[in-house]
């Protein structure tokens, strides 16, 4: 019979902090392993923050259990350490060279588990000329070039909007944990595992044709805006209601049959328009044309026009729009969760999708420290007597 978890049997500690370190933890979780947050012993003490960080922790903390631990504390270092000789792998994102100042390098881990996986994240990596360097989501898209590219010709280089080095970064690190696990397995491999991952490399890594492109020709991709080279017509229009979508027309059967659907067939032979190389040369032109005709028409108008004959185009939506979409609703993009500090709330339902062992919520995010008594006294043996000592001595 198959397991109802995917990574049924993994154990992780998240020792990370802010983004990029929880949510591989979360990616893992959703997955089904079993992943130990660690947190501060004054948390517990507190008001798990403004109602934001309430709901941020409702996301990242689902399906995670929860202990407290100060690891600074000579105590509470040995205590990790107990931990990770039943443990597969280890998160920290803090700067380089702090766990070793804790005694918690990865040669000390391995002292309690040679087989240990430490996956550390930071702006800049564990080695080179900047990895003293803070680093933070923003830094890492400048450094990785993405920043750069995002933005109007004529305007000042802008944020994406998301905090995809973060994100991306948390994404890797799930990803080579997992890797890192099957090589253990696969390969009786019985050496301490590091995985070192730079919020600027992740960037890096999503650059595309950026680098042979520059190497082979001397291109230096600028800003774009909305547009792309080679890719006319394809853009964003806002129509007669205000709303906003994106028409990507870029075989020459998609801008046939856009002329049909925006009733102006005549534009598919115009010499101005005719071909990619005539609508490449024309742009402004064809640009000026389509955005006046969509801003005479009404959006449920226009998308039904684009459907019918089969022109890619799809709306820019914010997030009501999504929560609202019949698409997110039947495919069950939206989960809702019963959290201990915010109530029902909605989130992203756990992805990727499965048929077997699906990942999903299995939990809502926990209280600090709810599970120090599975873990430290069901888990490592702690002596009731003990866990009061710790709890008194704000170890635990």
């Not at 959006?299 to 799809?314: I, N």
């Not at 495919?331 to 809702?336: A, F, L, P, S, W």
Request: proline share 8%; charged share 25%; with cysteine.
């Amino acid at each position: 019979m198959l397991h109802d978890r995917l990574l049924a049997g993994v154990r992780f500690i998240d020792a990370g902090q802010a983004i990029a370190g929880p949510f591989a933890g979360s990616l893992l979780s959703d997955l089904g392993a079993e992943v130990i947050k660690v947190e501060l012993p004054s948390v517990a003490h507190e008001e798990v923050g403004n109602p934001a960080t309430k709901v941020s922790r409702s996301l990242e903390y689902r399906n995670k259990k929860s202990i407290t631990l100060d690891m600074r504390k000579p105590e509470g270092a040995a205590i990790l350490k107990r931990l990770i000789g039943v443990s597969d792998a280890l998160v920290e994102n803090y700067s380089p060279g702090t766990m070793e100042k804790w005694g918690l390098g990865l040669d000390q881990l391995a002292e309690s588990n040679p087989d240990i996986i430490m996956l550390r994240v930071s702006g800049y990596g564990q080695t080179g000329p900047n990895s003293h360097r803070s680093g933070w989501d923003r830094i890492g898209q400048a450094y990785g070039g993405l920043i750069h590219v995002t933005g109007e010709p004529d305007r000042p280089p802008a944020h994406p909007g998301y905090m995809l080095g973060d994100y991306l970064t948390g994404l890797f690190g799930a990803l080579a944990v997992v890797s890192a696990i099957v090589h253990r397995d696969s390969q009786d491999c019985h050496e301490p595992q590091l995985i070192d991952l730079a919020l600027y490399e992740s960037i890096f890594r999503f650059s595309g044709p950026m680098v042979p492109e520059f190497d082979k020709f001397g291109i230096i991709q600028q800003r774009l805006g909305t547009q792309r080279p080679g890719r006319v017509p394809g853009d964003q229009f806002e129509t007669r209601d205000g709303k906003w979508l994106i028409v990507l027309a870029l075989r020459q059967t998609h801008w046939v049959e856009l002329t049909k659907a925006i009733g102006m067939p005549e534009l598919a032979t115009d010499p101005r328009f005719a071909e990619i190389g005539d609508r490449m040369d024309h742009v402004p032109e064809l640009t000026a044309i389509l955005k006046a005709w969509f801003a005479a028409h009404d959006y449920d108008e226009v998308s039904g026009l684009l459907e019918k004959y089969r022109v890619p185009f799809g709306p820019i939506y914010d997030v009501a729009d999504i929560l609202q979409d019949p698409h997110y609703i039947a495919r069950e993009d939206i989960v809702e969760v019963d959290d201990p500090y915010v109530g029902t709330i909605k989130q992203p339902a756990p992805f990727p999708r499965l048929s077997h062992a699906s990942p999903r919520v299995y939990a809502p995010a926990p209280k600090p420290g709810q599970h120090n008594q599975e873990i430290y006294g069901d888990l490592l043996g702690f002596s009731a007597g003990e866990l009061e000592a710790l709890t008194a001595a704000e170890v635990i």
